[in-house]
């Protein structure tokens, strides 16, 4: 306001100096063109002015308006996140993709070996069968009708192996092994022979009919029998094998003895299929050099060896 009085006092100026044109037509000439320049010239001066008010006006407030508008979005942003954080879900997937190490399943070996360093003898059987030694031998062997069958008394049991009667449920078997003995007074033609036509047993009336032939294991050639001995109803099937290693005669027996009494659900045992199972553990028979000599003090001989 004060700047627009000011004009107008030089403005009224003005027109008193020009109120008497005639007096000085030329002064009044030259305040009349300074005063149109003048306000040409104040009029662009305070339209800049106000241009360059305006534009500070305007920078200054976006200026101020940015921050504020920064500082709200970032406050707001995270109410936004509604979905839950992702870490979590790392461990699961590294445990789905880690291997899977599988338990070694440890099989069992059908089979067991028997091995005994003094006389030299191994061989193989079915692991659920039963290997009786020592005095358990003895006393399976010297049970049976023929314990051994040696020409010449002197024979030792070593090993026996027996066949469990769940092998075959309800028959008519009685008892069906596998054994072994040796006899170190023998020559090798001796052991090569078998009692022929002989009583199996004092208490039997029946002989025994005897049969023989060869039979090759590996590279040992045996001497085989088989006999049949029965009392009563119970019958029971032998096979010998002989053979001389190592300045001995070893014997392998395999006897099947059967029941023949039917009972209600029993059936009869089929005799050659049992003693395809013994021939089986036959046929894994191993003689090595025995590591010690076996002497008679050593050895618990049979009782009944041999039929005289």
């Known amino acids: 306001m004060n700047r627009i009085n000011v004009f107008r006092r030089k ?15 030329a002064a009044c000439e030259s305040v009349a063109w300074g005063k149109i320049h003048f306000d040409q010239t104040g009029s662009v001066v305070m339209f800049a002015a106000l241009l360059i ?9 976006s200026d101020k308006g940015q921050p504020a508008t920064t500082n709200t979005q970032s406050a707001v942003a995270p109410p936004v996140m509604s979905s839950p954080p992702s870490a979590p879900t790392a461990p699961v997937l590294q445990a789905e993709a880690k291997p899977v190490h599988k338990k070694a399943v440890r099989r069992v070996a059908p089979t ?3 091995a005994d360093k003094t006389s030299g003898v191994s061989f193989q059987y079915p692991r659920k069968y039963s290997l009786k030694t020592g005095d358990a031998a003895d006393e399976l062997v010297s049970s049976d009708p023929v314990p051994m069958n040696f020409v010449q008394p002197g024979g030792v049991a070593i090993a026996a192996i027996t066949v469990p009667e769940s092998a075959y449920p ?31 047993n004092p208490e039997t009336p029946e002989t025994a009919k005897v049969q023989s032939s060869k039979l090759m294991i590996g590279d040992m050639e045996l001497q085989s029998s088989e006999t049949l001995a029965s009392q009563g109803t119970r019958e029971e099937a032998a096979k010998y094998y002989h053979v001389f290693e190592n300045g001995t005669c070893y014997e392998f027996a395999l006897k099947v003895a ?25 046929a894994t028979v191993k003689i ?21």
């Open 11 to 25: 403005a009224v100026g003005s027109e008193e100096v020009c109120s008497d044109v005639r007096s000085n037509p």
């Open 53 to 61: 008010v305006c534009s500070l006006a305007v920078g200054c407030s």
């Open 112 to 114: 067991l070996t028997y």
């Open 170 to 200: 309800k028959s008519d078997l009685g008892t069906a092994f596998f054994d072994v003995s040796m006899n170190k007074a023998l020559t090798a033609e001796q052991c090569g022979q078998f009692p022929a036509d002989k009583p199996a």
């Open 258 to 282: 059967t029941m023949g009494v039917e009972t209600e659900g029993a059936k009869h045992v089929d005799r050659e299929e049992v003693f395809k199972k013994l021939e089986g553990i036959l």
């Open 288 to 308: 090595a050099a025995p590591a010690e000599p076996v002497t008679a003090s050593e050895a618990v001989a049979v009782t009944g060896t041999a039929a005289q």
